[in-house]
């Protein structure tokens, strides 16, 4: 159930004959390969960003960079492996609020320690979210969605990629905010989900960015907020949450980012952090996550873990809120 790619096998011969890591530079750097544990199966937004760093870090510090899968459980079974790796640097999860943020909550027994057995490196992407309907909805615009739902309390359905996941949590944190009852229905991935929408069976769908916007160029569905602080330029002009709901505070980062295991030396955590920051900054990459409907975050460990802890705040509140259980 593992599937490992190895993202640069010669990068450190190749590196180094060309002067680009000193001796004493590689000393704050690991000695063997290092690891990039991505939490779900290959192909998807996450590990495509896993693997577009991963190459380009690589090439950047000389040293072999493997992507190694790891599906299951919502990320727990990745983040776990992480959290008793050695703290030698040689591994990182490329982690996000499922395992980290989310699970905490809603999860009754985890065999690790979210807020203790991590260390931050650094905070790559938001893969933000949206309230998409199909493009024949009677619904024009999330305000009228939301009235809609005042007066017929639980008739007004949302779809979703199943329970407890973040676009689940979302249309909660939409409906606690908006003071509404919504129906969920979980579904086992986008895809489904989707089609239902578009078919009529759901109202609307929370769903990110990268699938709305194939949806809305094909002039299948619209979008009626994005869960942001700015707009989104593929969405033809579809609004904030914020603006759409006159609610303050809408933005719901979906962050994606890098830790380490707990114990790893500070000053590895720090070059690591530098090196994949100059990396996360360069045109490439930008250019490969606009194609993914990412935004470019690209900050450094303290932003990461002010994150970390607002998030799980968020969803704390959410899930006791809303007596969701896993």
């Known amino acids: 159930m593992k599937k490992r790619t190895l993202v640069s096998v010669f990068a450190a011969l190749s590196v180094m004959a060309a002067g680009g890591v000193s001796t004493a530079q590689a000393q704050d750097l690991p000695t063997k390969p290092i690891h990039i544990v991505v939490p779900f199966t290959p192909g998807g937004a996450q590990d495509i960003v896993g693997r577009a760093i991963g190459s380009k870090l690589a090439e950047r510090i000389g040293i072999p960079v493997i992507v190694d899968n790891k599906p299951g459980a919502g990320g ?9 790796a050695a703290p030698d640097g040689t591994t990182l999860f490329l982690a996000s609020g499922g395992a980290i943020s989310i699970a905490p909550s ?11 057995d991590f260390a931050p490196v650094a905070m790559l992407v938001d893969t933000p979210m949206t309230v998409a309907v199909r493009t024949a909805s009677p619904f024009k615009t999330l305000a009228e969605l939301l ?8 008739k007004v359905s949302f779809a979703s990629t199943g329970n407890g996941t973040i676009t689940h949590l979302t249309g909660e944190y939409l409906a606690q905010r908006a003071g509404v009852k919504l129906l969920h229905v979980p579904y086992r991935g986008a895809g489904p989900a989707i089609t239902d929408v578009m078919g009529g ?3 609307f769908i929370v769903t990110s960015v990268a699938s709305a916007e194939a949806m809305v160029t094909g002039k299948k569905m619209r979008v009626l907020g994005t869960f942001t602080g700015r707009r989104i330029a593929s969405l033809q002009g579809a609004p904030t949450v914020t603006e759409a709901t006159g609610l303050g505070h809408m933005e719901v980062p979906v962050w994606a980012g890098l830790l380490a295991p707990a114990k790893t030396p500070p000053a590895m955590l720090k070059r690591l952090e530098a090196e994949l920051l100059a990396v996360c900054q360069s045109p490439a990459i930008h250019e ?8 470019s975050i690209c900050a450094g460990a303290p932003e990461l873990e002010r994150m970390i802890k607002t998030d799980t705040q968020r969803w704390a509140e959410v899930i006791k809120q809303g007596g969701i259980q896993e």
């Open 76 to 84: 727990v079974i990745a983040a776990d492996s992480v959290a008793k």
């Open 106 to 116: 809603l999860l009754s027994k985890l065999p690790y320690d979210a807020a203790k």
């Open 147 to 154: 009235d809609a739902a005042k007066k017929n309390p639980g």
């Open 201 to 203: 069976q759901v109202d």
């Open 288 to 295: 490969q996550f606009d194609k993914l409907g990412a935004l």
